[in-house]
C-alpha cells in the first residue's frame, strides 16, 4: 500500500514538474515596465473606451487598474476581469525559485537512503 501511494506522488511531481516547464522560460522574460495590461491594450490597439465599456467602468478606471496592476496591488480576480477586456487568457502560476520539485524530490531519497543505511548500521552494531 505504501509503495502504491509513493508511486502516485512520483506521478503527480512528474506531471506537476512537466507543467512548471513553460513557466520557468516564462520567469526569465521581465514584465514590461507598463505592466502586461496597458502593454497589451496598447500592442492590440484597443482604445480604453472600449475597454471601459466592456468592464462598465469608465476611461480613468481602467488607467486606475493598469496603474494597480503597474504598482502589484491589483487583485488576481480584477486582473482576469481586464484580460477577457483585453480577449485575453490570464495564465497563472507558481514556480520554484531555485530548484526544480525533481532536485527536491532526489534530495528527499537520498535522505530516505541515508535514514535507512544509518539504522541498518546501528542494528548491526546493537546485534553484535
Not at 508511486?7 to 513553460?22: C, I
Not at 480604453?48 to 496591488?73: G, H, L, Y
Request: glycine share 4%; hydrophobic share 35%; net charge positive.
Amino acid at each position: 500500500m505504501e509503495t502504491r501511494v509513493k508511486l502516485l506522488r512520483e506521478k503527480r511531481r512528474m506531471d506537476l514538474e512537466r507543467q512548471l516547464r513553460p513557466y520557468r522560460r516564462a520567469r526569465t522574460n521581465p514584465r514590461p515596465v507598463e505592466g502586461w495590461l496597458r502593454a497589451m491594450r496598447l500592442a492590440m490597439g484597443i482604445p480604453s473606451e472600449r475597454i471601459a465599456r466592456v468592464m462598465d467602468f469608465t476611461p480613468k478606471m481602467v488607467f486606475q487598474t493598469e496603474r494597480a496592476e503597474q504598482k502589484e496591488t491589483i487583485s488576481l480576480g480584477h486582473l482576469g476581469r481586464m484580460a477577457r477586456a483585453l480577449e485575453c487568457d490570464l495564465v497563472y502560476g507558481l514556480v520554484p525559485w531555485q530548484r526544480s520539485l525533481e532536485d527536491r524530490a532526489m534530495e528527499l531519497v537520498e535522505q530516505e537512503l541515508w535514514r535507512k543505511r544509518y539504522s541498518k548500521k546501528q542494528r548491526t552494531e546493537i546485534r553484535n
